[in-house]
């Protein structure tokens, strides 16, 4: 069976390997494009955000595909994610497509739906044996999103202190491939070894003093490269030492709590935001808030905040953070980001954001200038 979901990042890389092992046929575009935002924005309510546009667009790229299966992950109902899924499906068969919907919410009924596609795509009847196909397409996708964020964690601390402008990326998009290509649980531990040295082929400028910077927001800007500009690549090659708040292995692990708990994890961070936001609007915007308040007691040099047009949680987290940054004494450039956002104008920001964060750093009321990043990406 052919089925496609709505990508993030790089999350074809290990949910894309779950849906391959459990038998399924991946029909779509691994990465958002143009045209993706550009169908999006057509057949979309036009106060919806920039996420639900690009989506719905995606939906359509993989249909016209030859798509049979549409899956969409659900979200929690206090945001309007929460409905998502529905409603994409909704327009889609309005304007005449047919395909099988997959909504996946973490309810019994949804896990019960899951089990009976993997015995039907696999030609299986026992419902253990479909439990070990899925079992162990999970394990792989794990492993994957492991190496993957190992990766992402090596390019980031990389990219500030590379002789040669570009050659981390070069071998980010090179091991992400192999990572995407791999598919036993052999090839994916010799990967390992591997991407340790190659990364550590990369010539870097010792000494070189960089700005520790924390990127906040909604979930799906700050993960996608389309919609947020590529900012975490270009903070990066600014000087920049970027950590995020989740990335795509986080965001897998999330329906299954694992990764919250500790110091400097979500439930922390939540119970950081609580003095000023007693209530979870839904979205990030607790996220936003409490990883604000450790950016400052981690002696990050400033946050970088992003949040959709309309966004509801984000736009309440946006005000706060002004309380936020004066309290902490933290520096928070906020950016509103739609389908008619312009690269040139948000890099000219953040390169004036980089450069106060500089000044502010060698005037001596900056804290701590060192590449090592913060145990906000244990998992």
Sequence with gaps: MKAAFTPMGYTYVNLGAIFRHIG????MEPRPTRKALSDGVRHAPEQFC????????????????????????QGAWSCRFGYYGRLHHAILRDMGYEFDSLIVDGSKDCVAEICGLIKRVNDVRS????????????????????????????????????????????????????IDSAETFRSLGRLEGEMDEAFRSVRVVEGRSVVKMMVLGEVYI??????????????????????????EHRWILHPFRLGVRGRYQERHAHRLATPYLKYNLGGEDKNTIGYSIIAAQRHFDGVVHFKPFTCMPEGVAKHILFAVSRDCEIPIM???????????GMLT???????MLRQRADLGRGTDMSTGLSSAQAW
Excluded: Y
């Excluded at 794990?142 to 601390?157: D, I, S, V």
């Excluded at 920001?349 to 980089?354: D, H, I, N, V």
């Design 24 to 27: 399924l046929e991946l029909c």
């Design 50 to 73: 920039i996420p639900f546009k690009v989506n719905l667009g995606g939906l359509i790229a993989s249909l016209e595909s030859g798509a049979e299966l549409l899956a969409t992950v």
């Design 127 to 178: 419902t253990a044996a479909a439990a070990r196909i899925f079992f162990t397409a999970l394990r792989i996708g794990f492993k994957k999103g492991k190496l993957l964020q190992a990766a992402q964690t090596w390019a980031r601390k990389l990219r500030p202190v590379e002789a040669l402008q570009g050659s981390a990326q070069r071998v980010f998009d090179r091991i992400v491939d192999r």
């Design 222 to 247: 700050v993960l996608e490269p389309l919609v947020n500009m590529d900012a975490v690549r270009k903070l990066g090659e600014m000087g920049v030492l970027v950590d995020t708040f989740i990335d």
């Design 334 to 344: 906020s950016f509103t980001v739609d389908e008619h956002s312009g690269e040139a």
């Design 349 to 355: 920001r953040l390169e004036a954001f980089t450069d």
